[in-house]
């Protein structure tokens, strides 16, 4: 059975400790403020912890320690890690080509994988967050052949997979049956948006074209989890309506239930 997680918000607490939501996971994201949300979840629901660097580099991790990110993937009793395909610009030296962006990360997958405590999944970025020489790291076939040579998991953003389909002037549904479908272990959903000719991975309220969608990747794969990204922490000014968290985790549970 399918299991439901969201992003930790002081509103999805309340929604959980009223028991008007019934979500299985909480996804920590916040590496600056992940002490604090973990002592607030650790007696109400495990975490799922987000807190990685990019394939190709250390960055995001702000001072985060291999020995602190492994201790927080045991006490979050995170099911696994789920590392971004995302590289910065001066990651790699030289020439940079599919084949060297290829070697490239799969050294760093493997080091990885040596190294953190988890199962070990790469999630999908979109085309827009990675500089020009490395947007192979978005197209679809090259995301199957790392995650099959390297024998991983895919973490399938599919706000992430919708923005990266429209900038390569591609369907959704050809971009989506180039994945490793069969390796898919978790699903990330929430509402992009489309504005004045620019998408925008905006963490807003899926809309009834986003669950439509979620429902057509569902018939083709077999995830673990479905995390809902909306919502998140006050202090990161991020504007959260509890009731749209409620509808929303509503949706998606009827969804996964079927």
């Known amino acids: 059975m399918i299991q439901l997680g969201c992003n930790y918000s ?20 916040n590496e600056v403020l992940y002490d604090a949300q973990f002592k607030e ?11 990685v660097p ?22 979050c009793k995170s099911p696994h890690v789920g590392v971004h395909l995302r590289a910065s610009k001066g990651d790699i030296k030289g020439i940079i080509t599919r084949e060297v962006l290829k ?17 070990y999944l790469v999630e999908n970025m979109p085309i827009t967050c990675l500089p020009e020489k490395y947007e192979v790291l978005a197209d679809p076939e ?21 923005i990266s389909a429209w900038y390569r002037g591609e369907s ?20 992009p948006r489309l504005i004045k000719n620019e998408y925008y991975d905006s963490h807003l309220e899926m ?9 057509e990747v569902l018939s083709l794969t077999q995830p673990r989890i479905v995390t809902l990204e909306y919502g998140g922490t006050r202090k990161d000014n991020i504007d959260t309506d509890i009731n749209l968290i409620e509808t ?7 969804i996964i239930s079927r």
């Open 10 to 29: 002081q509103e999805l607490i309340e929604l959980i400790r009223k028991e008007k939501v019934d979500v299985s996971w909480i996804k920590l994201a």
């Open 41 to 51: 979840i650790q007696f109400i629901r495990p975490g799922l912890f987000h807190i």
């Open 54 to 75: 990019y394939v190709l580099s250390n960055t995001n991790l702000h001072g985060w320690s291999l020995e602190k990110v492994n201790k927080a993937v045991s006490e």
């Open 103 to 119: 070697e490239k990360t799969l050294s760093k997958i493997r080091e990885g994988k040596r190294e953190i405590n988890s199962t």
């Open 142 to 162: 090259f995301i199957k052949e790392i995650c099959e040579v390297a024998d991983i998991g895919l973490l399938l953003d599919l706000s992430h997979l919708k």
């Open 172 to 191: 959704e549904i050809s971009y989506l049956k180039k994945l490793p479908l069969n390796l898919v272990k978790e699903i990330h959903v929430n509402g």
């Open 207 to 215: 809309r009834k074209e986003d669950y439509t969608f979620l429902k």
């Open 248 to 254: 929303q985790l509503r949706k998606l549970q009827k």
